[in-house]
């Protein structure tokens, strides 16, 4: 050790030095002494071993308490974290897929605090049911005569096999036969339902003979599955719900249909294809309907199954479906989303989801070319920022040939590789997530809400400046 590095380490404070610091003393207002203590500890020790390194540096306290506070906040740091979507997918599954409707978020927020009538009939004061309080409102609103709500649509598809056709066979077409993304696939979760899966068709086309051939006393059920993420065009033929559900009658089977992404209000008029509703898919004549709650209805994490009462009931009974349940956060936030829907014209506003999906073009270029002057203020010296026009997708593996024109802003840095900057962008205190094409960072304005806007500066400012402290990128 030297002289200098001597001199070093008698400069720097002592933790009882550090601790008189008013910034330090307001940190005890939200963490514990030990954490602060130690944190302390850690950072004057990583000084003192630079010093040691031989590291030729000035010892300044005010960076040392900034480094303090900064490593605080990010030991408590939760892991779930919010993002900014900027990727113009509406429901992106990485994300979370769908945001959840003001309502629901109240919804949410007050029966999680406390006690709630979640399993009691506040009139007999006997044991209620848990689907209460949304059967009514899904009868309501799909037509159909009851309906159950489980954790996912795979879980709803499963126990409705499971159900229905343990031990039978189920006839379904070639062409529906499903990969929904992270290994869920129609085959596979009939196998685990007990159900024995019967092919019939071709990949491009089936017809209602092929179904009616494949019948026997073995079978157990019609499957209609709604290819909801890919699309088969050209030379194509399907069976539809409505001719399924005539041959169904005739040989005294149910038809059960997989909706996907079932939704409740049709959304052609506003430029999207043309897709079966709930309502439209109850109406032809399906006995049992699932889909997701958190995809294009735009509520949370849920399997609904719809459809009639006694099946209903006896998918009620089935043990598994305890299994896989809803919790009380997933019944007051789908209630809450259900009920926007009393009003569908409310609805296209109050439902994030709906509301992306149905922004018009005129409204996206103008929210964009706004993003892209406020952005260009800021860091126009460092990057080349414009306006383009682009598509965005619904995702979520709904609609998948849906092109929805929007507005975005492209940014091209001018000292670090777009990547670099992606990345940067991602590791900021409020993650922004884009998309990257032609070696530009492109931001959808049809994912990003106002309050994003300041956040996104932030971070695209940061990014830009960024000089190595701690973090990489
Ligand atoms: C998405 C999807 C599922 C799975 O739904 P989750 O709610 O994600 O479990 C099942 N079937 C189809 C046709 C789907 O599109």
Redesign the pocket.
């Known amino acids: 050790m030297d002289l200098e590095q001597k001199k070093l380490l008698r400069q720097l404070p002592a933790v009882d030095e550090i601790l008189q610091h008013q910034t330090i003393n307001e940190l005890f207002l939200g963490y514990s002494r030990p954490v602060i203590l130690e944190t302390i500890r850690d950072v004057l020790a990583g000084v003192r071993a630079t010093i040691l390194s031989g590291a030729n540096i000035a010892i300044d306290t005010g960076k040392l308490i900034n480094e303090i506070v900064y490593k605080i906040n990010l030991a408590v740091r939760p892991n779930l974290r919010p993002v900014i979507n900027a990727t113009g997918v509406v429901l992106h599954t990485n994300l979370g897929r769908a945001l959840l409707p003001a309502s629901a978020c109240r919804a949410v927020q007050k029966i999680s605090a406390g006690y709630c009538n979640l399993e009691i009939d506040l009139t007999t004061g006997k044991r209620g049911s848990r689907y209460s309080a949304v059967e009514e409102l899904l009868i309501k609103l799909t037509g159909a005569e009851a309906a159950l709500v489980v954790n996912?649509?795979?879980a709803a598809?499963l126990l409705t096999l499971a159900t229905i056709a343990k031990g039978k066979e189920v006839i379904v077409s070639r062409g529906q036969l499903?990969e929904?993304g992270g290994s869920?696939r129609i085959p596979e979760v009939m196998a685990q339902s007990g159900a024995k899966l019967v092919e019939v068709g071709a990949t491009n086309k089936t017809y209602p003979q092929d179904y009616e051939k494949a019948i026997t006393t073995e079978t157990g059920l019609l499957l209609h599955?709604?290819t909801?993420?890919f699309c088969i065009i050209g030379f194509t033929q399907e069976t539809t719900v409505a001719e399924l559900a005539y041959l169904g009658k005739q040989h005294n089977l149910p038809v059960i249909s997989?909706l996907?992404?079932g939704f409740l209000v049709d959304l052609a008029p506003f430029g999207l294809p043309p897709e079966p509703t709930v309502q439209q898919t109850v109406k032809a004549g399906a006995d049992v309907v699932t889909f997701?709650g958190d995809?294009l209805l735009g509520g949370p994490?849920a399997?609904i199954i719809a459809g009639q009462k006694h099946y209903i009931e006896q998918i009620k009974k089935n043990p598994l479906t305890r299994a896989v349940r809803m919790d009380k956060f997933t019944v007051a936030a789908l209630e809450a989303t259900l009920r926007e829907y009393l009003n569908p014209a409310k609805a296209l506003q109050n439902v994030p989801t709906l509301r992306m999906l149905t922004e018009s073009v005129e409204n996206l270029h103008r929210r964009a070319r706004e993003l892209a002057v406020i952005i260009a203020e800021k860091i126009a010296n460092q990057a080349e920022v414009t306006f383009i026009e682009g598509l965005s997708q619904v995702g979520g593996?709904a609609m998948p040939t849906a092109n929805l024109p929007t507005g975005l802003v492209a940014i091209r840095p001018d000292n670090i590789a777009v990547d670099c900057l992606v990345a940067r962008l991602r590791n900021a205190e409020l993650p922004v997530v884009g998309r990257v094409q032609n070696n530009r960072l492109l931001l959808d304005i049809r994912t990003i809400q106002q309050e994003d806007i300041q956040p996104i500066l932030t971070a695209l400012l940061q990014a830009l400046q960024f000089r190595g402290e701690g973090a990489k990128g």
């Open positions: 996912n649509n795979a598809v499903v929904i869920f599955v709604h909801s993420n997989d996907g992404s997701s995809k994490q399997g593996g």
